[in-house]
């Protein structure tokens, strides 16, 4: 069933972006109408917007049919979520204030406040007001949510706080607000992502061909549901999106590191990375000769997730790469590393879009084969993983 979305865009230079913010939604998936206050029209066309939604676009010019509809009542029913962006000063003041002067307004009236989501976006100091900011706390305890601004050179030629986020970003937080699951909400889960690198000399190095995109994909999917996401990727094909939090670490030692300094209370670890078996045991300083190559003497690498189990009392999900979805080794491995559940996945999935596993977890459960795109697999690994 696709969710219902209703964007209010008022009247703030950063109108502009929001066709593309309508052809993502659609683009998902989504049904979209949309709302203009009559300064908004000044950035922004009604016909535009008709064409992307595919839905007609109201505002404060009511037919007598939207008068007698009560359509400000009809569109507050309809929405599954009322998206305002980008939401500036004025509006916001006449939210807090209880003002119904407008089309938009009057339709946030007649809404359950916790299906409104803020998109703020105004000059630095408009943002720094002490009046808007006492207006945002007081709508934040009524329920209403929001997204904070982005920071950089604002329209006006101020720079600092106040810029309406990317659309991908805006995107997210609505998709998060429809799909948040009250289990993973203040719950923290570390990621891990791609590839490690074990130099061999200053030139070479030791690594393997993970894309990182399953990790990153689990990522998005713990994001959406309401958890609080810190991947920590090694060499990836893939971008980390721009709403999730990350920390590059280059080789094994680097990226256990990294999660040592992050784990903290209710933390839960998601080990996708690829980490190399071995390291060099005597790494040169310079670039080895070819017939030195020959003879290199390596060395087994760290164990992250024996390293974190024996210190950390947090649950940890394993993954281990297999020639076929081998259950004997994996039984094996999540005995051995103390793993709460283990993920098996065939070396099919390596550069593939796609991916089959199946998940062991420590209960004895096993799932049957899942099979699909990498962002598929991952929606279902998180169900699954819903209660360790």
Known sequence: MKNNILIGISGGIAAYKMPGLVRLFVKNG?????????????????????????????????????????????????????????????TIGKIASGIADNLLTSVVAASDHKKIVLSPSMNVNMWDNPILKENLKKLNNLGINEINPGKGYLACGDTGEGRLPDIEI?????????????????????????????????????????????????????????????????????????????????????????????????????MAAAVSDFVVKNKAKKKFHKDELKTIELKDNIDIIKSVSRKYAVPIIGFALENGIDMTKAKRKLKEKKLNAIIVNDVSAIGSENSKIRILKDSGDITEEISGTKEKVAEVIVSELRNI
């Open 170 to 270: 805006i995107f997210a937080h609505v998709k998060r607000h429809l799909e948040k699951d009250n289990w993973f909400m203040g719950k923290k889960y570390i990621v891990t992502a791609g590839g490690t690198e074990e130099d061999i000399d200053p030139v070479r190095v030791i690594s393997n061909k993970s894309s990182g995109k399953m990790g990153i994909e689990i990522a998005k999917q713990l994001f959406f549901k309401g958890a609080d996401v810190l991947v920590i990727k090694g060499r990836t094909d893939v971008s980390v999106p721009k709403y999730i939090n990350y920390i590059e670490a280059k080789n094994t030692k680097s990226m256990l590191n990294s999660m040592e300094k992050n784990i903290s209370e209710n933390t839960r670890i998601v």
């Open 30 to 90: 989504y049904n979209v109408k949309v709302v203009l206050t009559d300064n908004a029209r000044l950035f922004v066309t009604r016909e535009t917007i008709e064409v992307l939604s595919g839905n007609d676009v109201y505002s404060d010019e009511l037919s007598d049919r939207d008068i007698i509809d009560a359509i400000h009542i009809e569109l507050s029913k309809w929405a599954d979520v009322i998206l305002i962006a980008p939401a500036t000063f004025n």
